[in-house]
């Protein structure tokens, strides 16, 4: 059994996992579909270049179909479109004893559960910003926060184990006993972002727009109350507070975690969403539907109501489909705020 750390999905978040993990000394394999990118690697090294370091790190890689062997560690982070797909193609390099840890946006703990069994599925939640530039170069845009946790909020040996390698990239992350907190409070943000990848305009000039700020908290409000309903405590981060969107809290609540939002998101070099990237940049399908379009199943099941939701889906479907990026897609998602 090797004790090599696979990483599963070599773009921005995993590669960045990756080249940290290998630098501090970990023996690290990373497993992605696109061959370029792989030979870049295996050829230079991965560089990660930005504002927060800039080094270039000699590392391995592989396609999926080249890999061999079992491992213990798994960290998996594809885009969450991809995880049935990659989850079944490693789970036979998945140890007995083995996990999968989650660096993703969404619930895709529930999807990977599914595959690799409950009791080997680990959540983190992941908020630093990065792209993937070319083969073998990632912008690391800013720090963010980042968590650990069993889904049963155990605190075990293995979990400890992970938290160690996580915090060889982000020496404050956390070990959480509610990962599903942080998970559900990135939906809430998660879709906020999603909105902001309706426009041409950077994270945080969209959270600026005082006209929109009607979108933002309709969308942190309805997730919430979602999350709520299935009895989840969402946490916060990094300016989305969740309890600024709970009933109850006041419009003057939204508008400071807002503001909040659009400070954090001032302050890196990645200016756009993931989202926003996959339309105007790579110009391909998003993960809308397998990110956050499952709230709208999720809130049917509580009985929660969520229109600007669907508006929302509705609309990335549009732009991800020909219609142009514009503000006049973020106007007619307010529209359909209340
Ligand atoms: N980038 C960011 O700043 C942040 C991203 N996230 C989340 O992290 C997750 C990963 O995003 P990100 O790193 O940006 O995505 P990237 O597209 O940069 O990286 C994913 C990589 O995995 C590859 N891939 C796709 N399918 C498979 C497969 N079956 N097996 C192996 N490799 C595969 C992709 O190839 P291809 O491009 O051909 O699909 C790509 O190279 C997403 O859920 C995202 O929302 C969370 C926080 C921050
Ligand atoms: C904006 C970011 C990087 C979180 O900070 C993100 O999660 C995304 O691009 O999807």
């Known amino acids: 059994m090797s004790n090599t750390i696979l990483i599963w999905g070599a773009g921005a978040v995993g590669g960045t996992l990756g080249a940290f993990m290998a630098r501090a000394g970990e023996d690290v394999l990373l497993v992605d579909v696109v061959p370029e990118h792989v030979e870049a690697i295996n050829a230079h090294g991965l560089t990660i270049e930005g ?7 000699p590392m391995r890689a592989v396609g ?3 890999l061999k062997g079992q491992f213990k560690t798994v960290i998996l982070a594809v885009k969450a479109l991809h995880t049935e797909a990659a989850t079944q193609a490693l789970l036979p390099h998945l140890a007995l004893d083995g996990v999968v840890v989650s660096a993703q946006n969404g619930l895709n ?18 908020n630093f910003g990065a792209d993937w530039l070319g083969p073998g170069r990632i912008l690391l845009g800013n720090r963010g926060k980042v968590a650990i946790g069993e889904l049963d909020g155990a ?7 992970i938290h160690r390698l996580f915090s060889l990239y982000e020496p404050d992350a956390e070990l959480t006993a509610n990962i599903w907190g942080y998970l559900w409070g990135k939906m809430g943000y998660g879709g906020m972002l999603f909105a902001t990848a309706l426009t041409p305009a950077s994270m945080s000039d969209n959270f600026a727009s005082a006209k929109h700020a009607a979108v933002f908290m309709a969308l942190g409000r309805e997730v919430m109350a979602v999350a709520r309903a299935r009895g989840v405590t969402p946490l916060g981060f990094n300016g989305f507070d969740p309890k600024a969107f709970m009933p109850g809290a ?3 609540d939204a508008l400071v975690s807002i503001r ?3 400070e954090h998101n001032r302050h890196t070099a990645k ?3 993931g989202v926003w990237r996959d339309i105007a940049v790579r110009k391909r399908k998003t993960e809308v539907d397998a990110q956050f379009g499952i709230i709208v199943g999720l809130a049917e099941d509580v009985g929660v109501k969520v229109p600007v939701t669907r508006k929302l889906i509705d609309l990335v479907h549009q732009v991800e489909t020909g219609r142009p990026q514009g503000w006049d897609v973020l106007d007619e998602l307010l529209t359909s705020c209340a």
């Open 260 to 262: 909040a939002m659009e």
């Open 51 to 57: 504002p927060v370091e800039s080094f270039t790190q």
């Open 64 to 66: 999926p179909a080249d």
């Open 109 to 126: 703990e529930l999807t990977i559960g599914g595959i690799v069994g409950a009791e080997r599925t680990i959540g983190c939640f992941v």
């Open 155 to 161: 605190t075990t040996a293995r979990i400890r184990e």
């Open 271 to 273: 200016t756009h969403s």
């Open 250 to 252: 006041t419009e003057a």
